[in-house]
């Protein structure tokens, strides 16, 4: 299989967090919390742009006191008020943003107190996102992405990456 690379510039990931931050103000978020990795840099730079303090969560690491464990003080933060924003640079397949949905749930999070945001959110996904700069179609649009974060990747990484799950490719 051939694997189409399609940049996502710096241009229309700083036009995405702009548009992210526009919509999200009505809610009020009272913390963002960025995902590793591929949410880390927009949860940066919405963070300034919106003026919100910012934590990080890596569930997919598997470490525990950067996942679950911080999955628990989130879940306190959201019965204390808090309303949580996850930044997530795409929405593909939505197993990360449903193992984080699931892990907060198993952890008395408030349902309500949290949102997901995305650069990129694929209509087909398996989970919705509150907040999106730009929706895809995988039943249409069989591009790899590649973020300004991730192009120091050597190309053979990107194509592995890809290949996690083939069928969103072909």
């Given at each position: 299989m051939?694997?189409?690379?399609?940049?996502?510039?710096?241009?229309?990931?700083?036009?995405g967090?702009?548009?992210?931050?526009?919509?999200?103000?009505?809610?009020?978020?009272?913390?963002?919390?960025?995902?590793?990795?591929?949410?880390?840099?927009?949860?940066?730079?919405?963070?300034?742009?919106m003026?919100?303090?910012?934590?990080?969560?890596?569930?997919?690491?598997?470490?525990?006191?950067?996942?679950?464990e911080?999955v628990?003080?989130l879940?306190?933060?959201?019965?204390?008020?808090?309303?949580?924003?996850?930044?997530?640079?795409?929405?593909?397949?939505?197993?990360?943003?449903?193992?984080?949905r699931?892990?907060?749930?198993?952890?008395?999070?408030?349902?309500?107190?949290?949102?997901?945001?995305?650069?990129?959110?694929?209509?087909r996904?398996?989970?919705?996102?509150?907040?999106?700069?730009?929706?895809?179609d995988?039943?249409?649009?069989?591009?790899?992405?590649?973020?300004?974060?991730?192009?120091?990747?050597?190309?053979?990484?990107?194509?592995?990456?890809?290949?996690?799950?083939?069928?969103?490719?072909?």
């Amino acid at each position: 299989m051939s694997i189409v690379f399609t940049p996502f510039t710096h241009e229309e990931m700083v036009a995405g967090v702009h548009a992210i931050a526009a919509a999200a103000e009505a809610w009020n978020p009272t913390l963002l919390v960025g995902v590793g990795r591929g949410g880390l840099t927009p949860a940066v730079f919405l963070s300034h742009r919106m003026g919100l303090p910012l934590v990080s969560i890596d569930h997919s690491t598997r470490i525990a006191q950067f996942g679950e464990e911080l999955v628990s003080v989130l879940a306190r933060r959201t019965r204390d008020g808090d309303r949580l924003l996850f930044v997530e640079d795409i929405n593909d397949s939505g197993k990360t943003i449903g193992e984080i949905r699931a892990a907060l749930a198993g952890e008395s999070a408030i349902a309500s107190r949290i949102r997901f945001a995305v650069l990129l959110d694929n209509l087909r996904s398996s989970q919705q996102v509150d907040y999106r700069a730009r929706p895809i179609d995988r039943s249409v649009d069989k591009d790899w992405f590649v973020f300004p974060w991730e192009a120091m990747a050597p190309r053979d990484t990107l194509a592995e990456d890809a290949m996690e799950v083939p069928e969103r490719l072909a």
